[in-house]
C-alpha cells in the first residue's frame, strides 16, 4: 500500500513535468522508478511505458488547445514514425546491458538538453 | 515538408523505444528548431502526439524480456493525469523563452544525477567499469 502511493506521487510529479515541458514525462518517472524506487534500468523504461499507454496528457493537452498552442497536421503526421520507432528503438533496447543502459539513457538527455538549452542563443 | 515530419517521428520513436520515454524530449527540440515552432506551439503539439498509445509496440518488447511492473505503471498513469493538468497551467502563462531554457536546464539536470548514480553502482559489473563519472 505505502508502495503504492509513492508510485502515484511518482505519477503526479511525472505530469507535471509532462504538462510544464510538453511530454511524455518517462524522463521524470525513469529516474524516480531507477533512484528512488530501485528498480533496474530496463524495469524502470518498461514500466514508464506502461504509465504512458494511457493519454494521461488530456488535461494538459486541453490546456494547450485553449491558447492555441497545438499544431494538429504535424501532430497527426508524427504519429506513425513514433509507432514504428518505439518498435525498433525497444529491439536495440534488449541487447543493451542494464548499466550501460542508464548511462546511454543518461548521455542522450544531456545532449538533448543542450539542444534546447542553448539552441536559442543563435537566434 | 511532409516527409521531414514523418522522418522526425521515427527518429524520436526510435528513442521511445530505446529509453522507455514518451519521446517528448526529442519532439519538442526538434520541433522548435527544425520546424521552427515557437516552444509553446511545440510542446502543445508535442503533448497531442502523445495521446494515442504510440509506446504500445514498444512496450510489448519489453514485456518478452518480462521487465515491467504493471502495478507500479498503472498506478504512475493515474497521478501523471492529474500533474499533466498542473503544469500545463504552470507552463501556458511562461513566456517561451524562458520555457525552452528552463526546459533544457532541467534535461542536462536529470541526465548528470543520472550519470552520477549510473557511475557510482559500477563497481559490481566488470564490463561498465572503465566509463568515467559525471
Redesign the interface.
Given at each position: 500500500m505505502k508502495?503504492?502511493i509513492g508510485?502515484?506521487?511518482?505519477?503526479?510529479?511525472?505530469?507535471?513535468?509532462?504538462?510544464?515541458?510538453?511530454?511524455?514525462?518517462?524522463?521524470?518517472?525513469?529516474?524516480i522508478?531507477?533512484?528512488l524506487?530501485a528498480?533496474?534500468q530496463?524495469?524502470?523504461?518498461?514500466?514508464?511505458?506502461?504509465?504512458?499507454?494511457?493519454?494521461?496528457?488530456?488535461?494538459?493537452?486541453?490546456?494547450?488547445?485553449?491558447?492555441g498552442?497545438?499544431?494538429?497536421l504535424?501532430?497527426v503526421?508524427?504519429?506513425?514514425?513514433?509507432?514504428?520507432?518505439?518498435?525498433?528503438?525497444?529491439?536495440?533496447?534488449?541487447r543493451i546491458?542494464p548499466?550501460?543502459m542508464?548511462?546511454?539513457?543518461?548521455?542522450?538527455?544531456?545532449l538533448?538538453?543542450?539542444?534546447?538549452?542553448?539552441?536559442?542563443w543563435r537566434r | 515538408m511532409h516527409i521531414v515530419v514523418v522522418l522526425i517521428g521515427l527518429c524520436a520513436g526510435i528513442l521511445v523505444g530505446l529509453l522507455g520515454i514518451g519521446g517528448g524530449v526529442v519532439l519538442v527540440p526538434a520541433l522548435v528548431h527544425l520546424l521552427h515552432m515557437d516552444q509553446h506551439l511545440a510542446q502543445g503539439t508535442s503533448l497531442f502526439v502523445l495521446l494515442p498509445p504510440i509506446g504500445l509496440g514498444a512496450l510489448l518488447e519489453y514485456r518478452k524480456k518480462g521487465v515491467v511492473d504493471f502495478h507500479a505503471g498503472i498506478y504512475c498513469a493515474v497521478g501523471m493525469l492529474l500533474g499533466g493538468y498542473l503544469g500545463g497551467r504552470i507552463a501556458v502563462p511562461m513566456s517561451s523563452r524562458l520555457l525552452t531554457q528552463f526546459f533544457g536546464g532541467f534535461l542536462m539536470l536529470s541526465a548528470l544525477l543520472l550519470w552520477g548514480k549510473a557511475s557510482k553502482q559500477s563497481p559490481p559489473q566488470p564490463t561498465a567499469s572503465s566509463q568515467g563519472g559525471a
Open positions: 508502495k503504492s508510485f502515484l506521487f511518482a505519477g503526479v510529479a511525472g505530469g507535471i513535468a509532462s504538462g510544464l515541458f510538453g511530454i511524455g514525462g518517462g524522463i521524470v518517472l525513469i529516474p522508478f531507477g533512484l524506487l528498480f533496474e530496463h524495469k524502470a523504461q518498461g514500466t514508464s511505458l506502461v504509465a504512458l499507454i494511457p493519454p494521461t496528457g488530456l488535461l494538459a493537452v486541453l490546456a494547450y488547445a485553449k491558447a498552442y497545438v499544431h494538429w504535424t501532430g503526421l508524427l504519429i506513425p514514425g513514433l509507432f514504428l520507432g518505439g518498435i525498433l528503438g525497444a529491439k536495440i533496447a534488449r546491458e548499466l550501460r542508464r548511462q546511454v539513457f543518461a548521455a542522450l538527455l544531456f538533448l538538453g543542450a539542444w534546447q538549452a542553448f539552441g536559442t | -
